[in-house]
């Protein structure tokens, strides 16, 4: 019983020390959160004070492969904004971020190394960023090659007052000697109006869907899907384009004309096909989404295949739902869904 006795007393004073150091973790760990959060919102009332000088850029982007290694590729690069989604900020008082770079590529699902992002400006200079190891998206079905979707932060002079925003980026690890040798640059992607940079994002519903491919060649269910989105309110479409028929091509560049469909190639290796989950669809999600928020700055990006259409159940429109739903605390909805099937005859 003594024993006992004797026993309470020292887990007590280890649960006291236990407790005394969750405490202080905690409040730690809310004093940091406290003292980052006034510290980003301080940096971006800087970041929206300087003035920025867009390059020139073309929009359109193809896969290109990194280097000289075979089914290594690189897509297209975004400029973002957001000091949020930076894990640290480094060297505040003399250096202050600006935003990112966020890079879409094809990599081997196991890939390990450190990578360093190489930032080229209009005048050629080039400057190097080095942002470490990368891991692919989550989604990749235990394929060789995954999608990957990684930042390089970019920092100016504190005292900067215009800034040159970079044109192109590539991206160079150890094992890929050519990368670092020459290499592939791909041009950034920045909002069609540089005046647009900080603005609110548009309440508007975009479209982004799954690439075509294997020759598609249902032309009557594209126009379908584009005019039932239209009827429920979207006002642009993503299609990219991988193999599909002389018809629907003919549909989607009408579309074109009309100013409410993008039609992106998608040049896949062949090869590459039968590595990698769907086509690289996580990466053309990927992609989308950040064409649809940074280059057009919309707020709605749905991410549907052709046999897909989102019903509201007690609104006319999804823009109507989405815009009495949103409170602007929520990055992603998922919408249940029904299977309507074909009876054979």
């Known amino acids: ?33 406290s003292s980052d959060s006034k510290l980003r919102e301080d940096l971006s009332s800087l970041q929206q004070s300087y003035i920025y000088i867009k390059p020139s850029w073309g929009y359109n982007n193809s896969w290109r492969q990194i280097g000289s290694k075979a089914n290594h590729l690189i897509y297209s690069a975004y400029f973002d904004d957001r000091l949020d989604v930076l894990e640290t900020i480094n060297d ?36 190097s960023i080095a942002i470490g190891k990368v891991q692919s998206l989550k989604e990749h079905h235990d394929y060789k090659y995954a999608a990957y979707s990684f930042m390089c932060p970019l920092y100016v002079n504190r005292n900067s007052t215009a800034i040159h925003l970079p044109q192109s980026v590539a991206i160079s690890y150890p094992s890929n000697r050519l990368s670092q040798l020459s290499p592939t640059f791909m041009p950034i992607s920045y909002p069609r109006d540089v005046d647009q940079l900080f603005a609110m994002s548009r309440p508007v519903v975009s479209v982004c869907v799954g690439p075509l491919q294997q020759n598609y060649s249902d032309v ?75 280059v057009d700055n919309y707020r709605y990006a749905a991410t549907v295949d052709l046999d897909e259409i989102l019903i509201p159940l007690k609104h006319n429109s999804l823009s109507i739902f989405l815009r009495q739903c949103d409170e602007g605390r929520t990055s992603a909805y998922v919408f249940r869904n029904v299977f309507f099937y074909n009876l054979d005859s």
């Open 220 to 294: 009557l269910r594209v126009a379908e899907f584009v005019e039932m989105y239209r009827i429920l309110g979207a006002r642009h479409f993503y299609f990219y384009h991988l193999s599909a028929s002389e018809e629907v091509m003919r549909l989607l560049r009408h579309y074109q004309s009309e100013g409410i469909v993008d039609v992106l190639q998608w040049n896949v290796p062949a090869e590459l096909l039968t590595q990698v989950h769907f086509a690289g669809i996580m990466a053309q999600i990927n992609d989308c989404v950040y064409r649809a928020m940074v």
């Open 92 to 127: 505040h008082n003399t250096k202050v971020p600006i935003g990112s770079l966020r890079i879409i590529a094809i990599l081997p699902r196991e890939f390990k190394e450190a990578i360093t992002c190489t930032v080229r400006f209009e005048d050629f200079v080039d400057k």
């Open 1 to 33: 019983r003594r024993g006992a006795m004797l026993a309470c007393p020292y887990q007590r004073s280890t649960l006291g020390v236990i407790g005394i150091l969750v405490f202080y973790y905690l409040y730690w760990n809310l004093y940091v959160f």
